[in-house]
């Protein structure tokens, strides 16, 4: 069964980081592209970054505009995990985070998630931002 578990969230004043992991397991095939979102409070879901693991890209990381700058995405590929690295963060930070995965063809990998053929989604870990 498909398992992606998100950690590393909490709270942090303005202007600190967090580094947020995704332990993913069970995917039934590979994921064709990884991405992290976030939803704030009263906000749609938003994308903030989006790995592509075809191989057929030659830009595999994508970033939103929010996250460009101050997020980071890497990943541990010999141990299934997804982190974002995010710095200088405010209080406009302050949401859920998600990680999730795109396992059927057919969609895009870019940092909109109704570009995306079927995502599966983790629980998401809290993030909170305040002094």
């Known amino acids: 069964q498909a398992n992606l578990m998100e950690s590393g969230g909490g709270s942090v004043q303005p202007g600190g980081s967090l580094k947020l992991s995704c332990s993913i397991s069970?995917?039934?095939?590979?994921?064709?592209?990884l991405g992290w979102f976030r939803q704030g409070p009263g906000k749609e879901r938003e994308g903030l970054a989006v790995?592509?693991?075809?191989?057929?890209?030659?830009?595999?990381?994508t970033y939103a505009n929010i996250a460009k700058g101050r997020f980071t995405l890497s990943e541990d590929n010999a141990k299934n995990v997804l982190f974002l690295e995010m710095n200088n963060l405010q209080p406009d930070d302050t949401a859920m985070y998600y990680c999730?995965?795109?396992?059927?063809?057919?969609?895009?990998?870019?940092?909109?998630?109704?570009?995306?053929?079927?995502?599966?989604w983790g629980r998401g870990t809290q993030v909170t931002v305040s002094s």
């Open positions: 069970g995917l039934p095939s590979p994921a064709l592209c």
């Open positions: 790995l592509s693991t075809t191989g057929s890209s030659t830009v595999p990381i």
């Open positions: 999730a995965a795109d396992l059927r063809p057919g969609g895009f990998c870019v940092p909109v998630s109704s570009s995306w053929a079927d995502p599966i």
